[in-house]
Structure formats: C-alpha cells, structure tokens
C-alpha cells in the first residue's frame, strides 16, 4: 500500500462539472502540496496546507488532519483545467522530503 | 510567490554525453534543494538533497558518480547527468526550501526539465 493515494486515478468530466480529487495519507507531516502537471511536464505548485481550507479563485483545497485526508475541488471546470494533479506530503521531521501520489489524470470535455 | 526556475526546460543529447540542469531560486535564498526524477506515468521520486556548501545526500539506488550535484550558492543547484544513456530520459524536477525561518522554511517546486537520450 502506498504512503500517500490518490482518488480517482482518471477522471473525465464535461465543462462546467464540480471535480473532486482526493488523497489519503498514512504516515505524519508536517505539510500537503497539491501540484498541477501539464501535458508538456511543468509543474505549477497550487495549494501548500498544513490545516484547514484555502482557496484560489475556482480551486479549493481542503485537509483534514486528523483524518489523514486532503481534498482539491475545482468549481465550473474547463477545458484548461485538464492536467494531471499530484498530492504531495512533507514528512514530519525534520528532512523536509516529500512523498508524492501517483496522479489523478483530468480531462475536462467541452 | 516565490519562484523556481529550472534550465533548460527540455534538452536532447546523444548517448555518452553530459548534461547540466540548472535550479534556480529566483527571489529567496535556499538552504537545502530537492532533485526529483519522473519516469511516465510514475510518481515522482527523490534522488538526492543538497545543502548549499556541503556534499548532497543521494537516496539508496541513485548513483552518485552517474548524477553529480552542486549547490554552490544559495540560489544555485546543478545536477549533471554523466556519461547519459537512453535509461536516464526521464522528467528531472527541483524544489527548494526557503532558508528564512519567517516564511515557515515553506519548500517551492520547479518546472521541471524533460531529458531525451538518443
């Protein structure tokens, strides 16, 4: 079982639809990245949580610490947004490393 | 935001070759980076953290010889790829860590650079 999953793994929706990504994790940090992948490779940091909610214009990251959990919700989806999203936590410590999900891969229909 | 750049942003080289990625942190000085290496459709994996001045720590399978890095400022870490070979192609991304302790040592992902060997 890997440290840190990622749900769903593929996701297709139609422009306009409410995504939800999830991600669960099992082992202590001390932070949660969220990280948006293009088709071309570049990354683009999103979200950097260590608690509660945090919002950038039609994204919306949630954690959820007890729990384990993170959500990344993208309101009014759009074409643009198709991408590949990556979870990322930062190991409690004080290493600073990062381990990362595999992916959910979006792509938003028009 | 804080910004990390890498260079270049793609390169193809010939097999038996060395190639040099540059990661830079562009408005903070970084105590320690990150280089990471994607395989497609692969999560991405530590190789080695660097620490400005000091000899990097590679993680247990990644040969230190092969990936030679330098952190010979605070905004400056290079990882050269030597002697590449088709393997080595893959997606090679940086982070760096802010040193200030009033911007939470917050950590800061580059582009990252795709390596084609032919």
């Known amino acids: 079982k890997n440290e840190v999953e990622q749900s769903p793994q593929n996701l297709t929706a139609q422009e306009g639809e409410f995504i939800t990504i999830n991600c669960s994790y099992s082992?202590?940090?001390?932070?949660l990245h969220w990280l948006q992948q293009h088709p071309g490779g570049g990354i683009v940091s999103l979200f950097m949580l260590s608690s509660g909610k945090k919002k950038h214009g039609r994204l919306i990251a949630t954690i959820n610490i007890q729990e384990k959990h993170s959500s990344l919700h993208i309101t009014a989806s759009h074409p643009r947004d198709s991408a590949v999203y990556i979870c990322?936590?930062?190991?409690?410590?004080?290493?600073?490393?990062?381990?990362f999900g595999t992916g959910t891969r979006l792509k938003v229909l028009a | 935001g804080a910004v990390v750049s890498q260079h270049p942003s793609w390169v193809i080289c010939k097999s038996g070759t060395s190639v040099k990625i540059e990661c830079r942190s562009l408005?903070?000085?970084?105590?320690?980076m990150f280089w990471y290496r994607q395989f497609p459709k692969q999560s991405l994996m530590l190789m080695a953290t660097?620490?400005?001045?000091?000899?990097?720590?590679?993680e247990q399978g990644v040969e230190k010889d092969k990936f030679l890095i330098n952190h010979a400022s605070l905004t400056l870490s290079t990882l050269t790829v030597t002697s590449a070979h088709p393997e080595d192609s893959s997606f090679y991304i940086c982070?760096?860590?802010?040193?200030?302790?009033?911007?939470?040592?917050?950590?800061?992902f580059g582009p990252g650079t795709r390596l084609t060997v032919t």
């Open positions: 082992v202590g940090i001390s932070a």
């Open positions: 982070s760096a860590r802010d040193g200030n302790e009033l911007r939470s040592y917050e950590q800061y």
């Open positions: 660097s620490n400005e001045g000091s000899k990097a720590t590679y």
């Open positions: 990322a936590v930062r190991l409690i410590g004080g290493t600073y490393k990062y381990i």
């Open positions: 408005d903070f000085q970084a105590t320690t």
